[in-house]
């Protein structure tokens, strides 16, 4: 069975760091790009930054650019999101997700999520 | 970057009632819409994928078309398991996804 279980959320002051975890099962996770998606309180989904599935090329949304990077390790199956100079902006359920591409289209969506974690960045 | 505009922004229908969502999406992007559920408190639920292709396992009333620039979601017969909130999400060539504004459905 599929899936992933994130980890690592807390309530942080602004300014301060955090490091959320993803631990994927139950698939090739070398063989996936993953993704990170999170939802402020009462608002819409915001995707927030895309790893390949060798580590080799990561994108990020401009909001957290320069502050959040998404790594992975394929060995212990994780994917790991390093936030720092939080902001209360960024308080928010992040989700991990799996990206799964179609190879005959080349879209791209994600197919397998996590039930997220939840972090609040307050002073 | 992708502008994505969902409409409605919420709506309530009867249990069987046929729902349409729509996003407007950037022209010339692509036509890799997909669209997902989120039931509250839950994670959200890819249900269509590429436009149009119904993801594994999700009920046949669930459907996706595009035209130009506009991508449509329908619900053929609205049931009471699908109160929720449905999200367009897009992706672009320069590899940032971006999400619609999401339409809340809820039953009358």
């Known amino acids: 069975q599929m899936q992933l279980v994130e980890s690592g959320g807390g309530v942080v002051q602004p300014g301060e760091s955090l490091r959320l975890s993803c631990a994927a099962s139950?698939?090739?996770?070398?063989?996936?790009?993953m993704h990170w998606v999170r939802q402020a309180p009462g608002k819409g989904l915001e995707w927030v930054a895309f790893?390949?599935?060798?580590?080799?090329?990561?994108y990020y949304a401009d909001s957290v650019k320069g502050r959040l990077t998404i790594s992975r390790d394929n060995i212990k199956n994780t994917l790991d999101l390093q936030m720092n100079s939080l902001r209360v902006e960024d308080t928010a359920v992040y989700y991990c997700?799996?990206?799964?591409?179609?190879?005959?289209?080349?879209?791209?969506?994600?197919?397998?999520w996590g039930k997220g974690t939840t972090v609040t960045v307050s002073s | 970057d992708i502008q994505m505009t969902q409409s409605p922004s919420s709506l309530s229908a009867s249990v069987g009632d046929r729902v349409t969502i729509t996003c407007q999406a950037t022209?010339?992007?692509?036509?890799?819409i997909n669209w997902y559920q989120q039931k509250p408190g839950k994670a959200p639920k890819l249900l269509i994928y590429?436009?149009?292709i119904l993801q594994t396992g999700v009920p046949s009333r669930f459907s996706g078309s595009a035209s130009e620039t506009e991508f449509t979601f329908t619900i053929s017969s609205l049931q009471p398991e699908d109160i929720g909130t449905y999200y367009c999400?897009?992706?672009?060539?320069?590899?940032?996804?971006?999400f619609g504004q999401g339409t809340k459905v809820e039953i009358k």
């Open positions: 022209p010339g992007i692509n036509d890799y």
């Open positions: 997700a799996r990206d799964q591409l179609n190879w005959r289209s080349g879209g791209h969506y994600m197919d397998v």
């Open positions: 590429d436009a149009s």
């Open positions: 790893i390949r599935f060798d580590g080799s090329n990561k």
């Open positions: 139950g698939f090739s996770f070398s063989d996936y790009g």
């Open positions: 999400q897009q992706f672009d060539n320069l590899l940032t996804w971006t």
